[in-house]
């Protein structure tokens, strides 16, 4: 009986006693890219980690083989192939502007050729290779759709032959080296010599054309010095030109001839860098009968004539 009782309120107690609630841990709403991740990332990873091998193989393949240029240049036929099917063709070339350089020249320094498109050509890009072509100052490039192109390009002029260290060049009047002296239709330009006239001679032959008697005669004009300028005429007379007051000296050449026929003396070389003096050098010719002249004046001196 008393167990009984003993067992009851054991259970009594139990039963009044509250429950004990189960234990909950704070967590932070897991980030949804982290569980995409989880997700995705597990499945694609080796498929990823094969491409890029394969890709990072084939590209260091054709750098390493030299063959990226013709790499580049396939996959840029290719596309412009489907869009020449697409009806992107260049039909018609429109060049304004050219003298010296002919069509074909003008779109090969453009890298235009038969397989562009007009869909994938580069303006910027067939503007900057005309630009750099040293007979061209300026391009204008326009696309006009579906299938036509249009080019202006400004062409420099040659303005003179520049001789340096053996060498003949045609020159802009600004300087620029346009091509290597090959065609005699550049025959009759002016010629200049030495270091730094290629730069400067645009003003002293401005300069000289102010003196149409000393140009006609002259043949070329060569830089000393990189400072001042000696001129060749055509008969092989040398004049040498004072650094400064350079328009003055051939002022004063210029009347010389005119009034003295200097030009048609017998000398080799005229020397008018003194400012205060003209020394006149005579051929070996000349001065030989000049000296024979002195002789024949001496000898037919009588004896006590005073010198």
Not at 42 to 58: D, K
Not at 240 to 246: M, Q, T
Not at 257 to 265: T, W
Request: charged letters at 30%; zero cysteines.
């Amino acid at each position: 009986m008393l167990l009984r009782e003993y067992v009851g309120a054991h259970l009594a107690r139990r039963r009044r006693r509250p429950a004990r609630r189960p234990q909950v841990i704070d967590r932070e709403p897991p980030n949804r890219y982290i569980m995409l991740v989880e997700r995705y990332l597990p499945r694609r990873i080796g498929l990823v980690a094969t491409l890029a091998i394969l890709f990072g193989s084939l590209g260091f393949g054709i750098v390493r083989g030299g063959h990226l240029e013709e790499f580049t240049t396939a996959l840029s036929d290719t596309r412009n192939a489907l869009a020449n099917s697409a009806g992107f063709r260049i039909t018609t070339v429109g060049i304004n502007g050219r003298k010296q350089l002919s069509q074909d020249e003008v779109l090969a320094i453009g890298g235009v050729n038969g397989r562009s498109s007009l869909l994938f050509l580069d303006a910027d890009t067939v503007r900057a290779k005309l630009k750099a072509n040293p007979w061209i100052a300026d391009a204008t490039i326009l696309k006009l759709y579906p299938g036509r192109l249009q080019i202006d390009i400004v062409e420099r002029t040659a303005f003179a032959l520049w001789q340096q260290n053996g060498r003949l060049s045609v020159i802009a009047s600004d300087g620029a080296v346009l091509e290597p002296y090959v065609s005699r239709r550049f025959l009759n330009l002016p010629l200049v010599v030495g270091k730094g006239a290629d730069t400067r001679a645009q003003d002293f032959l401005a300069l000289l054309d102010r003196y149409p008697q000393v140009r006609s005669v002259t043949k070329a004009a060569i830089f000393v010095g990189e400072r001042r300028w000696n001129l060749r005429l055509k008969d092989g007379l040398d004049v040498r030109l004072p650094e400064n007051d350079v328009g003055n000296a051939l002022a004063a050449l210029s009347r010389l001839d005119k009034d003295e026929k200097l030009f048609s003396r017998d000398i080799v070389a005229v020397d008018m860098r003194l400012p205060d003096r003209l020394i006149v050098q005579l051929s070996d010719e000349a001065g030989k009968a000049r000296d024979e002249l002195f002789k024949d004046k001496k000898s037919k001196k009588k004896p006590g004539d005073s010198a």
